[in-house]
T-cell receptor, first 113, second 116 residues
Framework: SAVISQKPSRDICQRGTSLTIQCQVD?????MFWYRQQPGQSLTLIAT?????????ESGFVIDKFPISRPNLTFSTLTVSNMSPEDSSIYLC??????????FGPGTRLTVL | DAKTTQPPSMDCAEGRAANLPCNHS???????VYWYRQIHSQGPQYIIH???NNETNEMASLIITEDRKSSTLILPHATLRDTAVYYC?????????????????FGSGTQLTVLP
């Protein structure tokens, strides 16, 4: 398995500002992902964080809004830029281990006023 | 394009077995069945997965029908802490690679409520 931590666990932000969420894994993993869960909804994949190259974004998500970094095999960041109330969600980091099972972090609960 | 169908909600008495069904009638030969659960305000927790044989671990058992078109997750002795949304997901196996086709696609899941 993999132990995943996220910072911050929650935040309340003002419209127009940006927030960077950190994800740390206790072991080296090839695949890291970022998901969003809007209130009352299921999880939606934002992007795959690729180590050493640009992230791969899903339809409806763009790099300018959700820039992602992946400097090494245990760490990634997701930035939510120019926030609006519609960005209020839980943001989840996820990793896939060499055993091909996927694990999730505890999430970052973001509220945008 | 939903690949799995689950009942929206179920209740179970504490101490009894919770049997959560999932239909995946269009599952392909190389697709695994994964189960996750999400307790309120937490990240999803991996429970179990299987291809065609029944599987058991310390959390649950997974029973997959012979035609693989449906499966049942069994929590043998449900406790109040098992109250959560349970997600049944099918995903191709194979070499580790990027690409949406191998992503976990979450549906609506089943809200399991364990009653005292």
């Amino acid at each position: 398995s993999a132990v995943i931590s996220q910072k911050p666990s929650r935040d309340i932000c003002q419209r127009g500002t940006s927030l960077t969420i950190q994800c740390q894994v206790d072991s080296q993993v090839t695949m890291m992902f970022w998901y969003r869960q809007q209130p009352g909804q299921s999880l939606t994949l934002i992007a795959t964080a690729n180590q050493g190259s640009e992230a791969t974004y899903e339809s409806g998500f763009v790099i300018d809004k959700f820039p992602i970094s992946r400097p090494n095999l245990t760490f990634s960041t997701l930035t939510v830029s120019n926030m609006s109330p519609e960005d209020s969600s839980i943001y989840l980091c996820s990793v896939r281990t060499n055993g091909d099972t996927q694990y999730f972090g505890p999430g970052t609960r973001l509220t945008v006023l | 394009d939903a690949k799995t169908t689950q009942p929206p909600s179920m209740d179970c008495a504490e101490g009894r077995a919770a049997n959560l069904p999932c239909n995946h009638s269009t599952i392909s030969g190389n697709e695994y069945v994964y189960w996750y659960r999400q307790i309120h305000s937490q990240g999803p927790q991996y429970i179990i997965h299987g291809l065609k044989n029944n599987e058991t671990n310390e959390m649950a058992s997974l029973i997959i029908t012979e035609d693989r078109k449906s499966s049942t997750l069994i929590l043998p002795h449900a406790t109040l802490r098992d109250t959560a949304v349970y997600y049944c997901i099918v995903r191709p196996a194979g070499v580790i690679s990027s690409g949406s086709a191998r992503q976990l696609t979450f549906g609506s899941g089943t809200q399991l409520t364990v009653l005292p």
